[in-house]
């Protein structure tokens, strides 16, 4: 069963905008992963942000973390063509659990 | 460095039939994972390894066998093929509290 759930589940915005997921789950985490999927290829890791943490940065990506709400964020600024994908959070339980995965939102960019 | 390879990429099998497919990982990581991933189902874990000589069974492992004889290969057996196993597959490997590394997939499809 699915421990992260995403919210929208597709989003179509215009370039330059921002984008905004959400992904909300069940139990205690150790860790929330967020992965983006491009067209017909693997997922690939975008940040990894721990149970102790609330806010973490790279590049245009921002994720927050409230385990209070048992809710995540995915903040993408000043998106472009190329941001176009799918975007899955992903919990683990421990350090070195397996993954659940949520079931992802499709964002599309438009130029 | 090739990361995760999955072999093949493209499949299609009758009902009944038995094939395997291969990961190989050369990051010399210790864990790897097989996923089935079906439209609006997000990544579910099939069978998944912590080390050389080791397996374990994920959320749907049935009509799955998995085999890591070597560190760097981890095979995924379907015994008798089923309509219901048409999906796409995907490989993972990780290091110790490091994030998953996913091959291309692999997508098969049962007739």
């Known amino acids: 069963s699915q421990q992260g759930e995403e919210d929208p589940q597709a989003l179509s915005i215009q370039e330059g905008e921002n984008a905004t997921m959400n992904c909300s789950y069940k139990?205690?985490?150790?860790?929330l992963q967020w992965y983006r999927q491009n067209s017909g290829r693997g997922l690939v890791h975008l940040i990894l942000?721990?149970?102790?943490?609330r806010e973490k940065h790279s590049g245009r990506l921002r994720v927050t973390l409230d385990t209070s709400k048992k809710s995540s964020s995915l903040l993408i600024t000043a998106s472009r063509a190329a941001d176009t994908a799918s975007y899955f959070c992903?919990?683990?339980?421990?350090?070195?659990?397996?993954?659940?995965f949520g079931k992802g939102t499709r964002l599309s960019v438009i130029a | 460095n090739a990361g995760v390879t999955q072999t093949p990429k493209f499949r299609v099998l009758k009902t009944g039939q038995s094939m395997t497919l291969l990961c190989a990982q050369d990051?010399?990581?210790?864990?790897m994972y097989w996923y089935r991933q079906d439209p609006g189902m997000g990544l579910r874990l099939i069978h998944y390894?912590?080390?050389?000589?080791?397996?374990a069974k994920g959320e749907v492992p049935d009509g799955y066998n998995v085999s890591r004889l070597k560190k760097q290969n981890f095979l995924l057996g379907l015994e008798s093929a089923a309509p219901s196993q048409t999906s796409v597959y995907f490989c993972?490997?990780?290091?110790?509290?490091?994030?998953?590394?996913f091959g291309d997939g692999t997508r098969l499809s049962i007739l």
């Open positions: 993972a490997s990780k290091g110790a509290d490091q994030p998953q590394h």
């Open positions: 139990t205690s985490i150790n860790n």
């Open positions: 942000i721990r149970s102790n943490e």
């Open positions: 992903a919990t683990a339980l421990g350090g070195n659990t397996p993954l659940v």
């Open positions: 990051m010399n990581h210790e864990y």
């Open positions: 390894s912590v080390g050389e000589g080791t397996t």
